[in-house]
């Protein structure tokens, strides 16, 4: 009942599409059992004796009201008079009863063409409701995907997250939807159909409400254990999606170390896997119906059983035509109940997904903003690392970054310098609250990251990292990322400064050229410029350059350092660069070792000192 609930929260918004989707359920229902049971008693009147019609037809014309008898005696009453119309002959009356035939089947054909219109219009406003579920929380997960910090992906698998954006959202889609039948629909249908049980034998519809209930939950049964396997199944699908994604982004790679077979077998031992728990599931999905069915008819030959007592006992407690009327539309309440328990499963499959949707949802923001940001119009004098500390894992005494204490004077530029794995990018990424320090802290103009808005820290910063990151769009496009307003002109300014532009211009569509998949197009060096055109389009204050000309040819490395050079000079910068003649002029050079400071000064003075930094020095000057 709770998880029922649950899912209607979803729908909270659409509670206006939900209450037309409502009415016309009941109008569905109502007609439905109408279109059923009209034919009965018509069909009853027919088949009389003439005698007795026109006993029927010559009583008084009895009072309407809202009870069974009533009801019946005044439809007797007014068919038979429709039958008689002519005269009492038995030419007259065999001639009422054929256009009363008439009238019956026209009747039929308008009533359920009523019932089917009803039930469209009522599917017709479930559908914004399904589709507008299936929106929202599409949207909050790419918000949320968007949100997460860096640290949730290194953690959680990319195809993982994509199953439950794709997959799972879709499973609850069918869950809500099955949802609103099981609340909106199926009730109105059993409430409708036993409300005219209860005016044809109330006797007999008490053993319906008590049958009811035993078949229901030996129907629930069948469907335990769903939600375990469903979720276990999800989570396969995600691995699947896993290595689906991390093949088609190293597709190059497998196929040059000829990796197929290796990840093929991974691929298909989790497909397998997949595969036993989907037939489980499945197998439990489709043993419901049966087994309701089964039981539902169970139920209702003992109402047969008893019905049928009751007639045949013929003292005129119930009649074989009222009889036959109550079992049609007892039988009516058949395909709600097997509705119900299709929806109970679905239901079941539809709460795993959301749990692990909501894992998604309710995932920590560990980088957000403050409750009350200090607002940070311009960055006035200095960047300070306070005793800064980091691991990248909770709890883990492996510290990547020690006790870093470090000022960076507006319009300085500062190096870093040090081996692979020292944590010079580890260092740099502190600084757009990529990652928050374990411990100390960083400030900008003497105000910690942390009390300050997020997205005002990262707009005065520009990023030119080791992999250049594109995408699968126009070159303009890629260049203007993050700055909509950005003209031509301005794109082709920042295209020429990074010495791009001749390239772009040798592409067949010039700065319109789609670039392809992760800008898969272009060789390293043409995506490395077209980064930087889009740092220098965005005309940081402080800028960011770890290994940024690492993928450069020789020729083009020189060029766009040159740029670099010249875009630096009135900005903040820091630099990482594995090409040490490239930070020769840098006001301060920091040596990392394990993730400490060991060295630092400028060039001639660490040159003097004989130190780590000469060494690495030396060492590449001897080439
Ligand atoms: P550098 O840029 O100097 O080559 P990094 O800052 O990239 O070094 O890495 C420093 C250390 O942090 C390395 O030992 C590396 O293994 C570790 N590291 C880097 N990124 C992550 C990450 N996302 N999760 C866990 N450890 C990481
Ligand atoms: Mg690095």
């Known amino acids: 009942m709770k998880d029922l609930f649950r899912a209607l929260n979803y729908v909270k918004g659409y509670w206006k599409y939900a209450l037309l989707n409502i009415l016309f359920n009941i109008f569905f229902s109502v007609f439905s059992v109408f279109s059923i049971t009209l034919v009965i008693p018509f069909m009853d009147l027919l088949f009389q004796t003439n005698e007795k019609l026109i006993e029927y037809s010559s009583k008084a014309e009895p009072v309407l009201s809202l009870n069974g008898d009533s009801i019946k005696d005044f439809f007797y009453y007014k068919m038979s008079s429709y039958i008689t119309q002519y005269g009492i002959g038995a030419e007259q009356i065999a001639q009422g009863k054929k256009e009363a035939l008439i009238f019956i089947c026209i009747s039929v054909v308008v009533l359920i063409f009523f019932k089917n219109l009803f039930r469209y219009f009522a599917m017709f406003f479930l559908a914004p409701i399904r589709n507008g579920v299936v929106r929202d929380l599409r949207n909050r997960m790419m918000k949320k995907a968007l949100a997460l910090p860096l640290s949730y992906y290194s953690n959680e698998r990319k195809g993982d997250i994509i199953s439950r954006m794709t997959s799972d959202v879709q499973e609850i889609e069918w869950s809500i939807m099955q949802t609103l039948e ?5 009730p109105i249908i059993i409430i409708v159909s036993l409300a005219w049980l209860i005016g044809i034998s109330p006797y007999l519809t008490l053993y319906v409400l008590i049958l009811l209930p035993v078949a229901g939950a030996i129907v629930a049964l069948v469907g335990r254990g769903l ?7 999800k989570e396969m699908l995600g691995g699947l999606f896993s290595i689906m994604e991390e093949t088609l982004g ?3 790679v497998i196929k040059a170390f000829t990796g197929e077979k290796f990840i093929q077998k991974k691929f298909e031992s989790m497909n397998q896997k997949h595969y036993k728990l989907s037939v489980g599931i499945y197998r439990k999905t489709d043993l419901s119906s049966p087994v309701s069915e089964s039981v539902v008819v169970a139920a209702l030959m003992i109402v047969m059983f008893l019905g049928g007592s009751l007639v045949l006992a013929n003292n005129g407690a119930l009649s074989a035509a009222a009889f036959m009327g109550y079992f049609a539309i007892a039988s009516q309440i058949l395909p709600p109940i097997k509705q119900i328990t299709v929806a109970y499963n679905s239901i079941q499959k539809g709460i795993a997904s959301e749990e692990r949707i909501d894992q998604v949802l309710k995932a920590r923001l560990e ?5 009350q940001p200090v607002e940070l119009k311009e960055f006035k004098h200095s960047i300070e690392y306070k005793n800064l500390s980091f691991a990248y894992t909770k709890g883990d005494a492996g510290y990547v970054l020690k006790k870093i204490n470090l000022q960076i004077e507006k319009g300085k530029t500062i190096a870093l310098v040090g081996q692979s794995g020292s944590g010079k990018t580890t260092l740099a990424d502190m600084l757009p609250r990529f990652y928050d320090p374990s411990e100390g802290e960083i400030c900008i103009d003497g105000v910690s990251l942390k009390n300050m808005r997020l997205q005002d820290v990262r707009s005065l910063m520009g ?11 126009s070159i303009h496009n890629n260049i203007a990322f993050g700055i909509e307003t950005a003209t031509r002109e301005q794109v082709i300014e920042a295209a020429k400064i990074a010495n791009a532009h001749d390239f ?5 569509q010039g700065y319109d050229s789609n670039i392809g998949d992760r800008g898969g197009k272009l060789s390293g060096g043409q995506k490395q410029r077209l980064s930087i055109a889009r740092a220098i389009l965005k005309n940081p204050p402080i800028l960011i350059l770890d290994e940024a000309t690492s993928a450069l040819d020789t020729e083009s490395e020189r060029i766009v350092q040159d740029a670099l050079n010249s875009l630096m000079r009135n900005r903040t910068s820091v630099i990482i660069a594995h090409r040490l003649s490239t930070i020769v002029h840098a006001d301060e050079i920091i040596v990392l070792m394990n993730g400490e400071i060991i060295e630092r000064g400028n060039h001639q003075y660490l040159l003097g000192q004989n130190g ?8 590449q000057s001897f080439k």
């Open 227 to 233: 939600k375990r396997s469903s979720s276990r199944s």
């Open 182 to 186: 099981l609340i909106f629909r199926e």
């Open 250 to 252: 190293a597709l190059k």
């Open 612 to 619: 780590t930094y000469k060494k690495l020095f030396d060492m």
């Open 463 to 473: 990023i030119v990292s080791q992999e250049s990151v594109l995408f699968n769009d």
């Open 367 to 371: 980088i957000m903003d403050p409750e």
């Open 504 to 508: 772009i211009m040798q592409m067949p």
